[in-house]
């Protein structure tokens, strides 16, 4: 699972994670005192950013246990991960910013957003089964 593409993958999306994160503590923060940006979707701009800074970590901790563990249930956890930060924070950071963007419209997500968390708690799961496969086996 050491492949390029899957490193290339978490290069990106940390890259993203931090930069995202530097626009809303600096550039959306300023943006509180014209209304455009309200302090909850301040926070939760903030929340898609760190989850999926802590998410992009995992994906690469999957990426090195991957030769450890031989198990596809990893391989399932990495794509959870992804697909988790790819619902989950992508609909928050356009919930979040969609007056100032002037997409209402945006609202659509809303439920899209639970469906990024069940993703991550699925990769957290197949992680643990994982772990208890390898157990099991010694």
Same mark, same amino acid.
């Given at each position: 699972?050491?492949? *390029?593409?899957?490193?290339?993958?978490?290069?990106?999306?940390?890259?993203?994670?931090?930069?995202?994160?530097?626009?809303?503590?600096? %550039?959306?923060?300023?943006?509180?005192? +014209?209304?455009?940006?309200?302090?909850?979707?301040?926070?939760?701009?903030?929340? %898609?950013?760190?989850?999926?800074?802590?998410?992009?970590?995992?994906?690469?901790?999957?990426?090195?246990?991957?030769?450890?563990?031989? *198990?596809?249930?990893?391989? *399932?956890?990495?794509?959870?991960?992804?697909?988790?930060?790819?619902?989950?924070?992508? *609909?928050?950071? !356009?919930?979040? +910013?969609?007056?100032?963007?002037?997409?209402?419209?945006?609202?659509?997500?809303?439920?899209?957003?639970? !469906?990024?968390? !069940?993703?991550?708690?699925?990769?957290?799961?197949?992680?643990?089964?994982?772990?208890?496969?390898?157990?099991? %086996?010694?």
């Amino acid at each position: 699972m050491l492949s *390029s593409k899957y490193l290339m993958v978490v290069g990106f999306s940390g890259a993203m994670a931090v930069g995202l994160g530097a626009l809303g503590a600096h %550039a959306l923060k300023a943006q509180l005192e +014209t209304g455009l940006i309200s302090l909850n979707e301040l926070n939760a701009f903030d929340t %898609a950013s760190k989850y999926q800074l802590f998410h992009t970590l995992a994906m690469f901790g999957m990426i090195l246990l991957h030769d450890k563990l031989q *198990s596809k249930s990893l391989k *399932s956890a990495y794509w959870c991960f992804f697909l988790g930060i790819l619902f989950f924070s992508g *609909s928050l950071y !356009l919930l979040s +910013t969609r007056h100032l963007l002037g997409a209402e419209w945006l609202r659509f997500l809303g439920p899209v957003t639970p !469906l990024g968390g !069940l993703f991550f708690m699925a990769g957290w799961l197949l992680l643990a089964f994982s772990m208890f496969k390898k157990v099991k %086996a010694q």
